[in-house]
Antibody
Framework: EVQLVQSGAEVKKPGESLKISCKGS????????IGWVRQMPGKGLEWMGL????????RYSPSFQGQVTISADKSITTAYLQWNTLKASDTAMYYC????????????WGQGTLVTVSS | EIVLTQSPGTLSLSPGDRATLSCRAS???????LAWYQQKPGQAPRLLIY???SRATGIPDRFSGSGSGTDFTLTISRLQPEDFAVYYC???????????FGQGAKLEIK
C-alpha cells in the first residue's frame, strides 16, 4: 500500500527555522517525483515544488523559489520541506504528494502538516 | 502561465441531483495533464480524475470527467451525501514543470 506519512503539527515563532518531513512507503521512493502543496487557512491549493529523490533534482514554483528548500534522503525514503526564517504568512497546512510518472497527476497525498507561525 | 478558472464558485444541490462543475483554462492545455481532486473538510485532497476523463483507482463511476482544449467538466451523476466537498481542477505544464490549481468549487447541500 502506497503511503506518505508526514511529521506532526508545529508551532513556531517568526524568524525561527523549521524542517518538516514526509516518509514514503509501499513504492520505490527514489523513482518518483515527490512534491509539496500549501493550503493557507480557508484557501485553495498551491504547488510549491518537486524533488526526485534518485538524484535530488528539484523543481520549484516561481512563487516559492528561494523561500523554501526541498530535499530528500532516499536511504530512509523521506522528503523534507525547510524554512530558514519563518514568517506569520507561512502559517498553513502543507501536504506532500507523489507525482504519477505517466500522467503527472498527484496520485497520493500525505495527511498534511499544520504549521503555525505566531509570536 | 496558465490560469484555471472554476465555476460556479459554490453549487447548492440535493442528494440524487446531477452536479456539473466547470474548469476553464486561459490557453489550450493537453488533456493528458488535466486532473480533478476532491477535498472534504479536515482531509487531504484525493485524486478523482486524471487525463481529463480517466477515473482514479477506487473512484465510483458516478464521477466522470470530460472536455478538451480550454474547457473541462467534472460531472457527478447522482449526488451522494459524501460527495459534498470542495473540488479542484489542476493542470501540469511541462515547460517549465509547473502545477496550477483552479481556485476550487464548493459543492454544498441545498
Amino acid at each position: 500500500e502506497v503511503q506518505l506519512v508526514q511529521s506532526g503539527a508545529e508551532v513556531k515563532k517568526p524568524g525561527e527555522s523549521l524542517k518538516i518531513s514526509c516518509k514514503g512507503s509501499g513504492f520505490i521512493f527514489a523513482t518518483y517525483w515527490i512534491g509539496w502543496v500549501r493550503q493557507m487557512p480557508g484557501k485553495g491549493l498551491e504547488w510549491m515544488g518537486l524533488i526526485y529523490p534518485g538524484d535530488s533534482g528539484t523543481r520549484y514554483s516561481p512563487s516559492f523559489q528561494g523561500q523554501v528548500t526541498i530535499s530528500a534522503d532516499k536511504s530512509i525514503t523521506t522528503a523534507y520541506l525547510q524554512w530558514n526564517t519563518l514568517k506569520a504568512s507561512d502559517t498553513a497546512m502543507y501536504y506532500c504528494v507523489r507525482q504519477n510518472s505517466y500522467d503527472h497527476d498527484l496520485d497520493y497525498w500525505g495527511q498534511g502538516t499544520l504549521v503555525t507561525v505566531s509570536s | 502561465e496558465i490560469v484555471l478558472t472554476q465555476s460556479p464558485g459554490t453549487l447548492s444541490l440535493s442528494p440524487g441531483d446531477r452536479a456539473t462543475l466547470s474548469c476553464r483554462a486561459s490557453q489550450t492545455v493537453t488533456n493528458t495533464y488535466l486532473a480533478w481532486y476532491q477535498q472534504k473538510p479536515g482531509q487531504a485532497p484525493r485524486l478523482l480524475i486524471y487525463g481529463a476523463s480517466s477515473r482514479a483507482t477506487g473512484i465510483p463511476d458516478r464521477f466522470s470527467g470530460s472536455g478538451s482544449g480550454t474547457d473541462f467538466t467534472l460531472t457527478i451523476s447522482r449526488l451522494q451525501p459524501e460527495d459534498f466537498a470542495v473540488y479542484y481542477c489542476q493542470h501540469y505544464g511541462t515547460s517549465p514543470p509547473m502545477y496550477t490549481f483552479g481556485q476550487g468549487a464548493k459543492l454544498e447541500i441545498k
